[in-house]
């Protein structure tokens, strides 16, 4: 058995993309079966737990593979090979975001337990919670346009579901409808840049249609015929407003704070910290991959990126104006979330890899940061039973653990040195600097010191004005299951920070160099495409 395994140990890795996917899917369908069987919740809370504790594990494998071979994976659904069939392609880029995804899903599984004590009906939030990792998964694995269409709708439904779990808040129906609404809208755009795309080159993969764009032939698909620019076009258009909508940037950005806000503060973790980043993957992955250093769209390619440059720019000044002025501390931290995707946008659209590689680290610290402050927030919450700072007030200090873990979120979020998002903002301060346009640092001060007086005032309210005798009566305190994931992520946030140089070496830069690697991404594809008849 050992010598079978040894032998065959390049198919077991390669399986594992799909793995962790099934695995994740599995989970979710199998647990409605579990509660058939049981009506014991810690049985449903347990088995989502061991779920996504095992995806986690399988993507550590998966990231520390990648990385030590240096080359993406290739996973062939059915063993069909690509571009005839959907495969799944991981390089560092995405293998270390599959990392941050399900890292966070297992923190936040484990808060749940505590924090939806009080709600029925929690097999179904899990049922909906793991189908959310595997879309999530899904989207940031594949390598085919349609299966990213089918993911994203994965993910979508899940997290349409998720925002509406407490079905009788009136505010969360309303904000559920609202993201379920224009979602739909969003995806339809994409599945009409899908038929744009598949018109014009013939084919979904995503490194066929990479070397199309240089005039490299692939077998079966081989190379497009006629004037490219106009199809490719409009589904770069309609494609990358469609991410922009799943990014929540401006002025895509309008559903984020009510969504955000009503959901469960668990789901609250996931959406800001990884739901919108499937969009921002999604727009790298085009940026950079896909049409950069192509000829044939250059000037196409040139203007999407200064789009989502501007883009990045509004959500940015906009996010921080409207967060200083909240009284709702779940809005006030969901509008954070759009100035911080705005900042990685500006990253992106800056077409270089210092700005790629700022990006890169911001969208791995912002995911780290924000899900702490949602789950910070959250357990406040579950004890206050309010939403409004005012009536939070001093809350903070009969939760002094939970409470250092916001300040450290808080304050990274803020840009405060030496903690984890000051590196990345820093690294953008330098990709805007080597622009040569220095008066261009401003878009990134000027949000940061908004937000940091925003997050102060906030701070101050929570852990330094006196508490109210009601919350003394209530005998709030640090619950382990609410404050140990907490206090993991705050831990993250101060290694992310000070053992950045390392981090950045090691895992960082190489998976930016990934992301702008198009050469292999292709190469991994036509190494599997050349053994079609």
Same mark, same amino acid.
């Given at each position: 058995?050992?010598?079978?395994?040894?032998?065959?140990?390049?198919?077991?890795?390669?399986?594992?993309?799909?793995?962790?996917?099934?695995?994740?899917?599995?989970?979710?369908?199998?647990?409605?079966?579990?509660?058939?069987?049981?009506?014991?919740?810690?049985?449903?809370?347990?088995?989502?737990?061991?779920?996504?504790?095992?995806?986690?594990?399988?993507?550590?494998?998966?990231?520390?593979?990648?990385?030590?071979?240096?080359?993406?994976?290739?996973?062939?659904?059915?063993?069909?090979?690509?571009?005839?069939?959907?495969?799944?392609?991981?390089?560092?880029?995405?293998?270390?975001?599959?990392?941050?995804?399900?890292?966070?899903?297992?923190?936040?599984?484990?808060?749940?337990?505590?924090?939806?004590?009080?709600?029925?009906?929690?097999?179904?939030?899990?049922?909906?919670?793991?189908?959310?990792?595997?879309? =999530?998964?899904?989207? =940031?694995?594949?390598?085919?346009?349609?299966?990213?269409?089918?993911?994203?709708?994965?993910?979508?439904?899940?997290?349409?579901?998720?925002?509406?779990?407490?079905?009788?808040?009136?505010?969360?129906?309303?904000?559920?409808?609202?993201?379920?609404?224009?979602?739909?809208?969003?995806?339809?755009?994409?599945?009409?840049?899908?038929?744009?795309?598949?018109?014009?080159?013939?084919?979904?993969?995503?490194?066929?249609?990479?070397?199309?764009?240089?005039?490299?032939?692939?077998?079966?698909?081989?190379?497009?015929?006629?004037?490219?620019?106009?199809?490719?076009?409009?589904?770069?258009?309609?494609?990358?407003?469609?991410?922009?909508?799943?990014?929540?940037?401006?002025?895509?950005?309008?559903?984020?704070?009510?969504?955000?806000?009503?959901?469960?503060?668990?789901?609250?973790?996931?959406?800001?910290?990884?739901?919108?980043?499937?969009?921002?993957?999604?727009?790298?992955?085009?940026?950079?991959?896909?049409?950069?250093?192509?000829?044939?769209?250059?000037?196409?390619?040139?203007?999407?990126?200064?789009?989502?440059?501007?883009?990045?720019?509004?959500?940015?000044?906009?996010?921080?104006?409207?967060?200083?002025?909240?009284?709702?501390?779940?809005?006030?931290?969901?509008?954070?979330?759009?100035?911080?995707?705005?900042?990685?946008?500006?990253?992106?659209?800056?077409?270089?890899?210092?700005?790629?590689?700022?990006?890169?680290?911001?969208?791995?610290?912002?995911?780290?940061?924000?899900?702490?402050?949602? =789950?910070?927030?959250?357990?406040?919450?579950?004890?206050?039973?309010?939403?409004?700072?005012?009536?939070?007030?001093?809350?903070?200090?009969?939760?002094?653990?939970?409470?250092?873990?916001?300040?450290?979120?808080?304050?990274?979020?803020?840009?405060?040195?030496?903690?984890?998002?000051?590196?990345?903002?820093?690294?953008?301060?330098?990709?805007?600097?080597?622009?040569?346009?220095?008066?261009?640092?401003?878009?990134?001060?000027?949000?940061?010191?908004?937000?940091?007086?925003?997050?102060?005032?906030?701070?101050?309210?929570?852990?330094?004005?006196?508490?109210?005798?009601?919350?003394?009566?209530?005998?709030?305190?640090?619950?382990?299951?609410?404050?140990?994931?907490?206090?993991?992520?705050?831990?993250?946030?101060?290694?992310?920070?000070?053992?950045?140089?390392?981090?950045?070496?090691?895992?960082?830069?190489?998976?930016?160099?990934?992301?702008?690697?198009?050469?292999?991404?292709?190469?991994?594809?036509?190494?599997?495409?050349?053994?079609?008849?």
């Amino acid at each position: 058995m050992v010598e079978y395994i040894i032998q065959n140990y390049d198919i077991v890795t390669a399986s594992l993309p799909g793995l962790a996917v099934l695995i994740s899917a599995t989970g979710a369908f199998t647990l409605p079966l579990l509660q058939l069987i049981t009506k014991n919740r810690r049985a449903w809370e347990v088995y989502t737990a061991l779920f996504t504790f095992l995806v986690m594990c399988l993507t550590y494998k998966l990231m520390f593979k990648v990385f030590e071979v240096g080359k993406p994976l290739v996973y062939t659904f059915g063993g069909w090979p690509p571009p005839v069939g959907i495969v799944y392609e991981v390089d560092r880029f995405n293998g270390l975001l599959g990392v941050v995804v399900s890292s966070i899903m297992f923190l936040v599984a484990i808060y749940s337990i505590k924090y939806l004590e009080f709600d029925d009906g929690v097999q179904w939030y899990y049922t909906l919670f793991l189908g959310l990792e595997a879309g =999530m998964l899904g989207c =940031m694995y594949t390598g085919d346009f349609f299966n990213l269409f089918v993911m994203i709708e994965v993910t979508a439904v899940s997290a349409y579901a998720l925002v509406a779990f407490r079905r009788y808040d009136r505010i969360a129906i309303e904000a559920a409808m609202k993201y379920a609404i224009f979602g739909a809208l969003a995806t339809t755009m994409y599945f009409t840049a899908i038929i744009f795309a598949y018109g014009t080159l013939g084919t979904l993969n995503m490194a066929d249609m990479a070397l199309k764009f240089r005039n490299i032939e692939v077998p079966v698909t081989g190379l497009p015929f006629g004037i490219i620019h106009y199809g490719m076009a409009l589904f770069i258009v309609f494609a990358l407003w469609s991410f922009a909508f799943k990014a929540a940037l401006f002025p895509n950005h309008f559903w984020l704070p009510d969504a955000h806000a009503a959901a469960p503060s668990s789901i609250s973790a996931l959406l800001s910290g990884l739901v919108v980043k499937v969009g921002i993957y999604a727009i790298a992955r085009f940026l950079y991959t896909i049409f950069t250093a192509s000829e044939a769209i250059a000037s196409v390619h040139r203007l999407a990126s200064l789009a989502i440059f501007v883009m990045g720019v509004s959500s940015a000044f906009l996010g921080a104006i409207l967060m200083f002025i909240q009284k709702d501390i779940k809005r006030l931290i969901a509008y954070s979330t759009i100035l911080n995707i705005g900042y990685i946008a500006i990253g992106l659209g800056l077409g270089s890899a210092f700005g790629a590689l700022a990006a890169t680290y911001h969208i791995v610290n912002h995911a780290v940061a924000k899900a702490l402050l949602f =789950m910070a927030v959250g357990a406040y919450i579950h004890y206050a039973g309010t939403r409004d700072i005012e009536k939070l007030s001093g809350i903070g200090r009969a939760m002094p653990i939970t409470t250092l873990a916001f300040i450290i979120g808080a304050f990274s979020l803020a840009g405060i040195p030496p903690l984890n998002a000051f590196i990345s903002k820093f690294l953008l301060y330098g990709a805007l600097i080597a622009t040569g346009v220095l008066p261009l640092v401003a878009i990134v001060i000027i949000p940061s010191v908004i937000a940091f007086l925003a997050y102060l005032k906030l701070v101050y309210t929570i852990f330094v004005k006196p508490m109210p005798e009601e919350y003394a009566k209530k005998k709030i305190k640090d619950h382990p299951l609410l404050t140990g994931p907490v206090v993991i992520l705050a831990i993250a946030c101060i290694l992310l920070g000070i053992g950045a140089p390392y981090i950045i070496n090691n895992y960082i830069w190489p998976a930016t160099q990934s992301l702008l690697d198009w050469p292999s991404y292709t190469e991994a594809m036509m190494q599997i495409a050349q053994k079609l008849p």
